[in-house]
């Protein structure tokens, strides 16, 4: 069956520092999503990709959809303690990625 | 938010009991899942629904059951609760398809003694 994975499991930055996120699928897939969950908090949406070679932008957020429609990133420029949680893609055939947690020394 | 609601948000019970947790939406979304989350596995698919009376196993169904009487409300009962069922689980509902996004509930904590 399908399967997706992330790196890194955990990331820690210090406040201002970027922070990149990676997803693979071992199939390609017709769109891919990302969501984010605060600790102690249920996934939220942020995205969703549809178009080979796809980049969204929401303010300091920018997504990236590959050529191959296998894998994604999500990229946060200079981050802030609003960032903190656990950032997740979704596929499709309701397989979640294991997500990246993602620290942020003030 | 959309307008899932969950309940209950806590519950402790004893092994061996039977328990059911509740989803309501608000939304009219044609599709409604319910996942559990334990550190180490991710959000994993329980059951879904694609409709009134309509549901499909997810990847791991074994131990659960659900029931859609009607459009907003999708029940997942655990006949006999296990240990290995505490969890935190999560409903949540998308428009047309899965391939849409989805939106989740608040969580119900439940823990298995």
């Known amino acids: 069956g399908q399967q997706v994975m992330q790196i890194p499991q955990y990331q820690h930055v210090q406040e201002g520092e970027d922070f990149t996120t990676y997803c693979n699928s071992s199939?390609?897939?017709?769109?891919i999503q990302w969501y984010k969950q605060r600790p102690g908090g249920h996934p939220v949406f942020l995205i969703q990709l549809v178009k080979s070679g796809e980049v969204k932008k929401q303010k300091r957020l920018t997504f990236q959809f590959g050529e191959a429609k296998k894998n994604s990133s999500l990229h946060i420029t200079a981050t802030q303690t609003t960032d903190v949680g656990t950032y997740f893609c979704y596929g499709q055939n309701f397989v979640f990625g294991p997500g990246t947690r993602l620290s942020v020394l003030p | 938010d959309a307008g899932i609601t969950q309940s209950p948000r806590h519950k402790v019970t004893e092994t061996g009991t039977p328990v059911t947790l509740r989803c309501h939406q608000t939304e009219n979304h044609r599709y409604m899942y319910w996942y559990r989350q334990d550190p180490g596995h991710g959000l994993r698919l329980i059951h879904y629904?694609?409709?009134?009376?309509?549901?499909d196993k997810g990847e791991v169904s074994d131990g659960y059951s659900v029931s859609r009487s009607k459009t907003e409300d999708f029940l997942l009962t655990l006949e006999s609760a296990t240990s290995s069922q505490t969890s935190v689980y999560f409903c949540?509902?998308?428009?047309?398809?899965?391939?849409?996004?989805?939106?989740f509930g608040d969580g119900t904590r439940l823990s298995i003694l």
């Open positions: 629904s694609y409709g009134v009376k309509d549901t």
């Open positions: 949540a509902i998308s428009r047309q398809d899965s391939n849409q996004p989805q939106h």
């Open positions: 199939t390609t897939l017709s769109n």
